[in-house]
């Protein structure tokens, strides 16, 4: 029996999975959530969940190869969580729990092998396209940041290339973008597309907007969350509350909308959003398809299924006919980046 083991390693939980593989796909057998802010160092969270997987299985597992994306950068086989002090070694986990083969990749990467095993319930589909096959694979993500990857066919299978195109620049489209980069250049030394497309752009959004003299109501709750992010809290859930009052809402002139200012947030950021998938569509076209991940675009679905989003994303001058016939997903299963982390582990075997 050949098992595997595959983590979504992220700054506050850990989603760990063991799973048997066979010639034509793979049973999970167990798996297990840890918060981990609980334990003092990931070593300690895998000899928590090969305990529990021994409890449930009645054995302990014996593992052939195990995949961790962990939500960090990955060199020379080790990486760590800042935030938590965990330091990660391929060789040493290896050693330590007697697994021949233990692989670290970034959690973005993991989302990119994570985009070739899902099904069609884990999509909502903005456009159909049309399936070139072995073409290249865009993946981008908005979450706290912005992540953009894609993948190419080496003559056997699909490769995932990370890339840093959430840093490239911010390109202003029209005059209130151009106040919104001259407003963040008063803050950074350079505004890259991460500053507005991500969940860090959303509060900077609402920020700007607030700040302009004809800037509609604040509500007290959200400039709460606000002013606590702006203190430097950073959990404050800011973001959330500025995309939940929006989907709340109706639209901007209507009578039922309670909160204009995170409305036009929301649009403000959807159009910005759209903007760079469209732009990383142009770089890669990618006829095996374009898939947006990331936490935010299930959470905000709602205000991605108008066809405002596609036709922003769409919207590229004379090129725009190019990207008619592209898969564009949006992917609305949360678990995409363990599920790569798993192919990944199996593939290594």
């Given at each position: 029996m050949t098992q595997i083991l595959a983590g979504d390693i992220g700054g506050t939980k850990t989603l760990l999975r063991l799973a048997e593989k066979h010639y034509d796909g793979l049973t999970?057998?167990?798996?297990?959530?840890?918060?981990?802010?609980?334990?003092?160092?990931?070593?300690?969270?895998?000899?928590?969940?090969?305990?529990?997987?021994?409890?449930?299985?009645?054995?302990?597992?014996?593992?052939?190869?195990?995949?961790?994306?962990?939500?960090?950068?990955?060199?020379d086989r080790r990486s760590q969580l800042t935030n938590l002090g965990w330091s990660f070694d391929s060789d040493r986990l290896a050693e330590e729990f007697n697994i021949a083969k233990v692989s670290l990749i970034n959690d973005f990467v993991a989302v990119g092998y994570g985009v070739l095993g899902l099904q069609p319930h884990d999509l909502h589909t903005l456009q159909d396209g049309q399936v070139v096959e072995r073409s290249p694979?865009?993946?981008?993500?908005?979450?706290?940041?912005?992540?953009?990857?894609?993948?190419?066919?080496?003559?056997?299978?699909?490769?995932?290339?990370?890339?840093?195109?959430?840093?490239?620049?911010?390109?202003?489209?029209?005059?209130?973008?151009?106040?919104?980069?001259?407003?963040?250049?008063?803050?950074?030394?350079?505004?890259?597309?991460?500053?507005?497309?991500?969940?860090?752009?959303?509060?900077?959004?609402?920020?700007?907007?607030?700040?302009?003299?004809?800037?509609?109501?604040?509500?007290?709750?959200?400039?709460?969350?606000?002013?606590?992010?702006?203190?430097?809290?950073?959990?404050?859930?800011?973001?959330?509350a500025i995309a939940d009052a929006a989907l709340t809402n109706c639209g901007i002139n209507s009578e039922t909308n309670t909160d204009r200012l995170a409305t036009q947030t929301m649009q403000m950021f959807v159009s910005a959003y759209a903007s760079e998938v469209g732009n990383l569509a142009l770089k890669l076209i990618p006829?095996?398809?374009?898939?947006?991940?990331?936490?935010?675009?299930?959470?905000?679905?709602?205000?991605?299924?108008?066809?405002?989003?596609?036709?922003?994303?769409?919207?590229?001058?004379?090129?725009s006919p190019i990207l008619e016939d592209i898969p564009i997903h949006i992917v609305i299963n949360p678990e995409v980046g363990l599920i790569g982390a798993m192919l990944y582990a199996a593939s290594s075997i």
């Open positions: 999970i057998l167990y798996e297990q959530r840890f918060a981990g802010a609980d334990y003092v160092s990931f070593s300690d969270v895998l000899r928590a969940f090969l305990e529990a997987a021994k409890i449930h299985l009645g054995e302990l597992p014996t593992l052939s190869a195990a995949c961790f994306g962990i939500a960090g950068p990955v060199r694979i865009g993946v981008i993500g908005a979450g706290t940041g912005l992540g953009e990857a894609f993948l190419g066919w080496n003559g056997d299978r699909y490769e995932v290339y990370p890339t840093e195109g959430g840093h490239a620049d911010f390109a202003p489209r029209n005059e209130l973008e151009i106040e919104l980069l001259q407003y963040l250049l008063k803050r950074h030394d350079r505004v890259s597309v991460e500053r507005v497309a991500s969940g860090t752009g959303i509060v900077a959004i609402y920020q700007f907007l607030r700040d302009r003299q004809v800037a509609p109501p604040e509500s007290a709750e959200i400039a709460e969350k606000v002013r606590l992010w702006e203190a430097g809290d950073l959990t404050s859930g800011a973001a959330s006829n095996g398809g374009l898939y947006i991940a990331g936490g935010i675009a299930p959470k905000i679905l709602p205000l991605l299924q108008d066809g405002t989003f596609l036709q922003i994303l769409k919207n590229k001058g004379r090129v």
